[in-house]
């Protein structure tokens, strides 16, 4: 771990422990609240960028000799790629102090099995900043381990990597399955969908067929639905009672994400200071960046992103030959590793306009087909 980082979060824990947030800190959180919008939900840079901006006009600050917002894009010309986690706490030890996920990262030692990524995803921001690829990694897929030294640790289901090593095990997980460089990271709880719902009115979804989840005990009826709070929440876990289990599961979260950017980016949450308001605050309670992320970075990025809007937002899922039953691990998913191969190389090149014009069926359907 860098010692820049080691410092930012030791800093984090301090101001917390002495009960105050520096007006610095507050204007950290803005902006990573706004870009975590921008680039997790993806495509509504415009309005929140001028909502940031406006903002930030009233509040204090300390004067620099470059203004932020005539900065270029720090990685103009380049495309990226943010690994984004969908996490959910697990049990705690008892008797343990309730920890933040920044707070676990900055420790000595990792709390492996505590938290749980059963949502890892890349999202590819192309260089023109025109485009932007939600590519989705099965939880199950059967992959190398990498813990958070880079070495292999073992053979098993992806969603491992974050929950025994970590942010940096997640990272060097993924990077070693697709050679592709995380410029960034992104962790939002996914509890935080429950008030995110909540903010924006409610999330549109059409679910096809009638059907029961026995795990969450909850009856799905078909039909359009307006989903907000626990309800919403419950439909991006939902994987017992669809036909293909967890690949419908990825289906409705991308979905979900989906429908969610079109209400973020509609007129009456754009012009309703209540409502965008709520919905940068349940983003900010529940949102964790890379302390390398800089806040100037990510203010110019979402400058950047101004023009993309949600038919320019792509969702897809790595390619999958098929599943297995693992002796130690149970069911686990393989991927196909020809056509992977051409996703990564496709993204690594900027290139996902081809790749997808040879499998335009690698789309996310239309909601009326999604479990």
């Known amino acids: 771990m860098s010692r820049r980082l ?3 979060r030791r800093a984090v824990a301090g101001k917390r422990r002495a009960g105050g947030t520096p007006w610095h800190r507050r204007h950290r959180r803005l902006l990573v609240g706004v870009v975590g919008v921008l680039v997790l939900v993806l495509g509504t840079a415009s309005g929140y960028a001028y909502y ?3 903002q930030l006009d009233n509040v204090g600050r300390v004067d620099t000799q470059l203004k932020e917002k005539d900065r270029p894009d720090p990685d103009r ?17 008892p008797g343990a102090r309730d920890t933040t996920l920044a707070e676990d990262a900055a420790a000595s030692r990792w709390p492996a099995g505590k938290y749980r990524s059963d949502t890892l995803m890349i999202a590819h921001i192309t260089s023109d900043r025109r485009k932007v690829y939600l590519v ?3 939880r199950d897929t059967f992959t190398d381990i990498h813990d958070q030294t880079g070495a292999v640790r073992s053979k098993q289901k992806i969603n491992d ?5 970590g942010p940096d095990g997640a990272i060097s997980t993924v990077e070693n399955l697709t050679n592709l460089r995380m410029r960034h990271l992104a962790i939002i709880d996914w509890d935080g969908f ?3 719902s909540s903010a924006v009115g409610g999330v549109p979804v059409f679910i096809p067929h009638a059907f029961y989840d026995p795990k969450q005990e909850v009856q799905w009826q078909a039909g359009q639905q307006t989903l907000e709070g626990k309800k919403a929440l419950a439909y991006v876990r939902t994987r017992y009672g669809l ?7 990825i289906a409705r979260q991308q979905n979900f994400l989906r429908s969610l950017m079109k209400k973020m980016l509609a007129r009456d949450t754009l012009s309703n200071p209540i409502k965008l308001t709520r919905t940068l605050t349940a983003v900010t309670k529940n949102l964790t960046v890379d302390a390398d992320w800089d806040p100037s970075d990510m203010r110019a990025l979402a400058l950047s992103l101004r023009g993309v809007r949600s038919d320019d937002v792509t969702f897809l899922t790595a390619p999958v030959a098929g599943t297995e039953l693992d002796p130690t691990y149970g069911d686990v998913v393989v991927l196909d590793q020809a056509k992977c191969a051409e996703l990564f190389d496709a993204l690594r090149n900027d290139r996902m306009d081809a790749y997808l014009r040879k499998y335009p ?3 996310l359907a239309d909601e009326r087909q999604i479990g």
Do not use: M, T
């Not at 010309?77 to 030890?93: C, H, P, Q, V, Y």
């Not at 990597?161 to 090593?165: I, L, Q």
């Open 6 to 8: 080691k410092r930012e």
């Open 52 to 54: 940031l901006n406006s």
């Open 77 to 93: 010309g380049r495309a990226l790629n943010i690994l984004l986690l969908g996490s959910d706490k697990g049990k705690e030890e």
């Open 136 to 138: 989705s990694i099965p």
């Open 161 to 165: 990597a974050f929950s025994e090593y």
């Open 194 to 196: 429950e008030s995110l």
């Open 243 to 249: 036909v293909r289990g967890d690949f419908d599961r």
């Open 361 to 363: 069926d690698d789309r």
